[in-house]
């Protein structure tokens, strides 16, 4: 299993970013998937989650109305759609696949891709 | 919403010595209960899911038991590559938590 993540770097609060993550070495259409991000010295914060199909979405309140969560079955990616973005949402963003459907442990990581958020 | 908690934040230990870590809820997530371990400047390992079922590839030092409210992490002989944070999360209901971590160093 290889989950390799890209999109971060410095944008403007208020701006836009869109994380990828291209997963390979399972059958990616069948498993959950998830977002948990990592502020600079802090814990781990669950993001996001989506079906294996994409049809169900889940949102941490922090991110709702702001993050979309969707995949692309036929190019086994996960993707994350940053809009209006805050200070507060600088982070390490982690791809995770589940254990199983959505909702369920996170079995694999990527190594995260950091987001700045900075004037 | 439920709350995660995990004591203690710190717990010092000397290799080969047995480490206790504690995570709490605030209600029930009956045995959906995960550990993760995360070492600096690394991704986060699955270690226990469903209260005490270990991951793939983990050693059976690591064990773990609870249900309901009332979890806890077990490393029953501490190797150097133990040394690390250690964070519960519930999976019961939505939003998924995580809790606050232990961070496990060298006494």
């Known amino acids: 299993v290889q989950l390799l993540e890209s999109g971060g770097g410095l944008v403007q609060p208020g701006g836009s970013r869109r994380l990828s993550c291209a997963a390979s070495g399972f059958t990616f259409s069948i498993y959950g998937m998830s977002w948990v991000r990592q502020a600079p010295g802090k814990g781990l914060e669950w993001v996001s989650a989506i079906s294996g199909s994409g049809g169900s979405t889940y949102y941490a309140d922090s991110v709702k109305g702001r993050f979309t969560i969707s995949r692309d079955n036929s190019k086994n990616t996960l993707y994350l759609q940053m809009n209006s973005l805050r200070a507060e949402d600088t982070a390490v963003y982690y791809c995770?696949?589940?254990?199983?459907?959505?909702?369920?442990?996170?079995?694999?990581w990527g190594q995260g891709t950091l987001v700045t958020v900075s004037s | 919403e439920i709350v995660m908690t995990q004591s203690p934040a710190t717990l010092s230990v000397s290799p080969g010595e047995r480490a206790t870590l504690s995570c709490r809820a605030s209600?029930?997530?009956?045995?959906?209960l995960a550990w993760y371990q995360q070492k600096p400047g690394q991704a986060p390992r699955l270690l226990i899911y469903g209260a005490s079922t270990r991951a793939t590839g983990i050693p059976p030092r690591f064990s773990g038991s609870g249900s309901g409210t009332e979890f806890t992490l077990t490393i029953s002989s501490l190797q150097s590559e133990d040394f690390a944070v250690y964070y519960c999360q519930q999976y019961n209901n939505w939003p998924l938590l995580f809790g606050p971590g232990t961070k496990v160093d060298i006494k």
């Open positions: 995770a696949k589940d254990l199983a459907t959505e909702g369920t442990p996170h079995e694999y």
């Open positions: 209600q029930s997530v009956s045995s959906n």
